[in-house]
């Protein structure tokens, strides 16, 4: 998303996600433990990356290549 992976990682008994990874650049950036529904760690993980973008350089930079690999495709 917009130049961030975001990975899920999910509990295989309770089927519940247990972690939020960010990855910039394919190195882990951040890593967040959530407890909620899978619906509910997608909507924080796009929150997360939105906010992020706006305040952390490198996550803007992340977002700046994938604009640029978009443009360059058509």
């Given at each position: 998303?917009r130049?961030?992976?975001i990975?899920?990682?999910?509990?295989?008994?309770?089927?519940?996600p247990?972690?939020?990874?960010?990855?910039?650049?394919?190195?882990l950036?951040?890593?967040?433990?959530?407890?909620c529904?899978?619906?509910?760690?997608?909507?924080?993980?796009?929150?997360?990356?939105?906010v992020?973008?706006?305040?952390?350089?490198?996550?803007?930079?992340?977002?700046?290549?994938?604009?640029?690999?978009?443009?360059?495709?058509?």
């Amino acid at each position: 998303m917009r130049g961030v992976r975001i990975r899920i990682l999910v509990d295989p008994t309770t089927g519940k996600p247990t972690t939020l990874n960010f990855y910039v650049g394919g190195i882990l950036s951040d890593s967040v433990p959530v407890t909620c529904d899978l619906q509910r760690a997608k909507c924080i993980a796009e929150k997360v990356v939105n906010v992020q973008i706006s305040k952390d350089p490198l996550w803007a930079q992340a977002e700046q290549r994938w604009q640029r690999g978009l443009f360059l495709k058509r």
